[in-house]
């Protein structure tokens, strides 16, 4: 979410909505697009779409995301939109 916070314009939406196996958490922001051939290394640790000295960066929150996820036998995914980027992150439901 902070990142949606540091690349948004003026427009950030969140949703929670679950189908018969998963929940999904889904994070849009109107910000610019992630170029196509970066989408995949924004996971990888240390990586930047570019450094910009007015954006608080580490380079490592996303990656720490994917290895939360997958701890939890998840997926998570990323898209660009006409205008803006939307992830997502799926989370398989606890059956009791």
Same mark, same amino acid.
């Given at each position: 979410?902070?990142?949606?916070?540091?690349?948004?314009?003026?427009?950030?939406?969140?949703?929670?909505?679950?189908?018969?196996?998963? #929940? /999904?958490?889904? !994070?849009?922001?109107?910000?610019?697009?992630?170029?196509?051939? &970066?989408?995949?290394? *924004?996971?990888?640790? @240390?990586?930047?779409?570019?450094?910009?000295?007015?954006?608080?960066?580490?380079?490592?929150?996303?990656? #720490? /995301?994917?290895? !939360?996820?997958?701890?939890?036998?998840?997926?998570?995914?990323? &898209?660009?939109?006409? *205008?803006?980027?939307? @992830?997502?992150?799926?989370?398989?439901?606890?059956?009791?």
């Amino acid at each position: 979410m902070s990142n949606s916070l540091k690349f948004a314009k003026d427009t950030i939406s969140i949703s929670i909505y679950s189908n018969d196996n998963d #929940i /999904v958490f889904s !994070i849009y922001n109107n910000g610019a697009n992630i170029p196509p051939d &970066k989408i995949s290394k *924004i996971w990888e640790p @240390f990586f930047f779409i570019e450094k910009n000295s007015k954006v608080d960066n580490w380079g490592f929150g996303l990656s #720490i /995301v994917a290895d !939360i996820i997958k701890r939890h036998n998840g997926n998570y995914k990323v &898209k660009n939109k006409d *205008i803006g980027v939307e @992830f997502r992150i799926i989370l398989p439901k606890i059956s009791k």
